[in-house]
Protein backbone atom coordinates (compact mmCIF):
# COMPACT_ATOMS: atom_id res chain seq x y z
CA UNK A 1 0.00 0.00 0.00
CA UNK A 2 1.71 3.12 -0.97
CA UNK A 3 -0.50 6.20 0.37
CA UNK A 4 0.66 9.08 -2.22
CA UNK A 5 1.01 5.76 -5.18
CA UNK A 6 -1.85 5.47 -7.88
CA UNK A 7 -5.10 4.05 -6.45
CA UNK A 8 -5.74 1.59 -9.04
CA UNK A 9 -5.37 3.02 -12.55
CA UNK A 10 -3.21 5.14 -13.95
CA UNK A 11 -2.23 6.33 -17.66
CA UNK A 12 1.22 7.88 -18.27
CA UNK A 13 2.97 9.02 -21.97
CA UNK A 14 3.02 6.04 -23.91
CA UNK A 15 5.94 3.51 -23.77
CA UNK A 16 7.19 5.40 -20.65
CA UNK A 17 5.92 2.95 -18.05
CA UNK A 18 6.71 -0.96 -18.78
CA UNK A 19 5.53 -2.45 -15.95
CA UNK A 20 3.14 -1.32 -12.75
CA UNK A 21 1.51 -2.58 -9.60
CA UNK A 22 -1.18 -0.81 -7.94
CA UNK A 23 -0.84 1.63 -4.97
CA UNK A 24 -3.91 -0.15 -3.31
CA UNK A 25 -3.38 -3.69 -2.98
CA UNK A 26 0.20 -4.50 -4.49
CA UNK A 27 -1.63 -6.57 -7.71
CA UNK A 28 0.68 -6.24 -11.03
CA UNK A 29 -1.66 -3.94 -12.92
CA UNK A 30 -3.33 -4.56 -16.48
CA UNK A 31 -2.29 -2.63 -19.44
CA UNK A 32 -3.48 -1.27 -22.40
CA UNK A 33 -1.09 0.47 -25.29
CA UNK A 34 -1.22 3.52 -27.17
CA UNK A 35 -4.58 4.14 -25.89
CA UNK A 36 -6.42 7.88 -27.80
CA UNK A 37 -8.40 9.30 -25.16
CA UNK A 38 -9.23 11.63 -22.27
CA UNK A 39 -7.14 9.95 -19.13
CA UNK A 40 -9.27 12.61 -16.50
CA UNK A 41 -12.89 14.05 -16.24
CA UNK A 42 -11.44 17.72 -17.06
CA UNK A 43 -10.37 16.13 -20.06
CA UNK A 44 -13.77 14.00 -20.78
CA UNK A 45 -15.74 17.27 -20.36
CA UNK A 46 -13.38 19.67 -22.68
CA UNK A 47 -13.29 17.00 -25.47
CA UNK A 48 -9.94 16.84 -24.88
CA UNK A 49 -7.92 13.48 -26.11
CA UNK A 50 -4.39 12.18 -26.33
CA UNK A 51 -2.34 9.12 -26.59
CA UNK A 52 -1.27 6.84 -23.69
CA UNK A 53 -1.05 3.71 -21.92
CA UNK A 54 -4.07 2.71 -19.16
CA UNK A 55 -2.71 0.63 -17.00
CA UNK A 56 -5.43 -0.57 -14.00
CA UNK A 57 -5.45 -3.32 -11.03
CA UNK A 58 -7.78 -6.08 -12.10
CA UNK A 59 -9.31 -5.85 -8.10
CA UNK A 60 -10.09 -1.93 -9.11
CA UNK A 61 -13.95 -2.51 -9.50
CA UNK A 62 -14.51 -4.79 -6.82
CA UNK A 63 -16.25 -2.99 -3.68
CA UNK A 64 -13.21 -4.22 -0.97
CA UNK A 65 -10.80 -2.40 -3.47
CA UNK A 66 -12.51 1.04 -3.64
CA UNK A 67 -12.59 0.78 0.23
CA UNK A 68 -9.08 0.50 0.56
CA UNK A 69 -8.73 3.43 -1.67
CA UNK A 70 -11.23 5.79 -0.34
CA UNK A 71 -9.93 5.04 3.20
CA UNK A 72 -6.18 5.82 1.98
CA UNK A 73 -7.30 9.30 0.97
CA UNK A 74 -8.66 9.44 4.02
CA UNK A 75 -5.57 8.71 6.19
CA UNK A 76 -3.94 10.75 3.92
CA UNK A 77 -6.12 13.78 4.94
CA UNK A 78 -6.68 12.86 8.59
CA UNK A 79 -4.48 15.11 11.09
CA UNK A 80 -5.14 13.33 14.31
CA UNK A 81 -2.28 10.33 14.61
CA UNK A 82 -4.40 8.27 16.58
CA UNK A 83 -7.34 8.69 13.86
CA UNK A 84 -4.70 8.05 11.20
CA UNK A 85 -3.30 5.08 12.74
CA UNK A 86 -6.86 3.41 13.20
CA UNK A 87 -7.72 3.97 9.71
CA UNK A 88 -4.39 2.52 8.43
CA UNK A 89 -4.85 -1.08 10.62
CA UNK A 90 -8.65 -0.73 8.57
CA UNK A 91 -6.82 -0.66 5.83
CA UNK A 92 -4.16 -3.05 6.74
CA UNK A 93 -7.30 -6.03 7.90
CA UNK A 94 -9.22 -5.07 4.69
CA UNK A 95 -5.73 -6.13 2.32
CA UNK A 96 -5.28 -9.10 4.62
CA UNK A 97 -7.91 -10.35 3.93
CA UNK A 98 -8.34 -10.07 0.48
CA UNK A 99 -4.87 -11.33 -0.73
Not at 11 to 16: S, Y
Request: proline fraction near 4%.
Amino acid sequence: MELLGNRGWFAPDPGTVSTAHCGVCGTQMLVRRNVFGATSWAEALGHRKHLHDRFICPQYPRAWHRRVANLMSSAMEETDRVTRKRILKKINEILKKHQ
